[in-house]
Protein backbone atom coordinates (compact mmCIF):
# COMPACT_ATOMS: atom_id res chain seq x y z
CA UNK A 1 0.00 0.00 0.00
CA UNK A 2 0.96 3.48 -0.61
CA UNK A 3 0.35 6.50 1.58
CA UNK A 4 -0.08 10.49 0.62
CA UNK A 5 0.14 12.47 4.01
CA UNK A 6 -1.41 15.96 3.68
CA UNK A 7 -0.10 17.67 6.88
CA UNK A 8 -0.23 21.06 8.48
CA UNK A 9 1.79 22.16 11.24
CA UNK A 10 2.19 25.32 13.30
CA UNK A 11 5.48 25.98 13.83
CA UNK A 12 7.77 25.73 10.48
CA UNK A 13 8.74 23.63 7.69
CA UNK A 14 12.28 23.04 9.04
CA UNK A 15 11.35 21.85 12.19
CA UNK A 16 9.23 19.45 10.35
CA UNK A 17 11.46 18.35 7.93
CA UNK A 18 14.29 18.08 11.00
CA UNK A 19 11.79 15.61 12.40
CA UNK A 20 11.30 13.89 9.12
CA UNK A 21 15.04 12.95 8.86
CA UNK A 22 14.97 12.18 12.77
CA UNK A 23 12.55 9.54 11.72
CA UNK A 24 13.98 7.52 8.92
CA UNK A 25 15.11 4.79 10.33
CA UNK A 26 11.99 4.33 12.23
CA UNK A 27 10.07 4.78 9.43
CA UNK A 28 12.38 2.28 7.60
CA UNK A 29 10.36 -0.46 10.27
CA UNK A 30 6.89 0.03 8.28
CA UNK A 31 7.70 1.36 4.69
CA UNK A 32 10.03 1.62 1.88
CA UNK A 33 12.43 4.60 3.34
CA UNK A 34 14.53 4.81 0.37
CA UNK A 35 11.51 6.12 -1.72
CA UNK A 36 10.21 8.53 0.91
CA UNK A 37 9.43 11.98 0.52
CA UNK A 38 8.00 14.95 2.16
CA UNK A 39 7.67 18.10 0.19
CA UNK A 40 6.62 21.95 1.76
CA UNK A 41 3.68 23.19 0.30
CA UNK A 42 3.55 26.80 1.78
CA UNK A 43 4.53 28.51 5.15
CA UNK A 44 1.80 25.70 7.13
CA UNK A 45 1.71 22.65 4.36
CA UNK A 46 3.44 19.78 3.86
CA UNK A 47 2.84 16.33 1.79
CA UNK A 48 4.22 13.18 2.21
CA UNK A 49 4.68 9.92 0.15
CA UNK A 50 5.24 6.53 1.51
CA UNK A 51 5.67 3.80 -0.58
CA UNK A 52 5.37 0.11 0.40
CA UNK A 53 3.39 0.99 3.62
CA UNK A 54 2.48 -1.98 6.27
CA UNK A 55 -0.11 0.52 7.48
CA UNK A 56 -1.01 -1.57 10.91
CA UNK A 57 2.89 -1.56 11.59
CA UNK A 58 2.90 2.40 11.36
CA UNK A 59 -0.36 2.74 13.05
CA UNK A 60 1.64 1.12 16.03
CA UNK A 61 4.77 3.13 15.32
CA UNK A 62 3.00 6.67 15.51
CA UNK A 63 0.83 5.90 18.28
CA UNK A 64 4.28 6.20 20.40
CA UNK A 65 4.60 8.86 23.35
CA UNK A 66 7.50 9.94 21.58
CA UNK A 67 5.77 10.52 18.51
CA UNK A 68 2.65 12.04 20.12
CA UNK A 69 5.04 14.75 21.27
CA UNK A 70 6.77 15.36 18.06
CA UNK A 71 3.23 16.04 17.09
CA UNK A 72 2.12 18.33 19.92
CA UNK A 73 5.36 20.02 19.56
CA UNK A 74 4.59 20.65 16.18
CA UNK A 75 0.95 20.81 16.55
CA UNK A 76 0.96 18.65 13.00
CA UNK A 77 -2.25 17.35 12.00
CA UNK A 78 -2.43 14.92 9.11
CA UNK A 79 -5.35 13.72 7.32
CA UNK A 80 -3.89 10.27 5.38
CA UNK A 81 -4.93 8.95 1.37
CA UNK A 82 -3.79 5.54 -0.40
CA UNK A 83 -2.76 6.05 -3.65
CA UNK A 84 -1.59 4.04 -6.25
CA UNK A 85 0.36 4.33 -9.59
CA UNK A 86 -1.59 5.30 -13.01
CA UNK A 87 -2.79 2.61 -15.29
CA UNK A 88 -2.98 0.22 -11.80
Same mark, same amino acid.
Given at each position: ???????????????????? =?????? &? !? $???? #?? /?????????????????????????? =?????? &? !? $???? #?? /??????????????
Amino acid at each position: MNILIKGSFKTTYEAVHKEW =LNGSET &R !A $ECCD #ES /RSIISKVDDYNYIALLFDVDFEKMLT =LMATPE &R !A $EIMR #EN /RIKNEMYQFSPLGQ
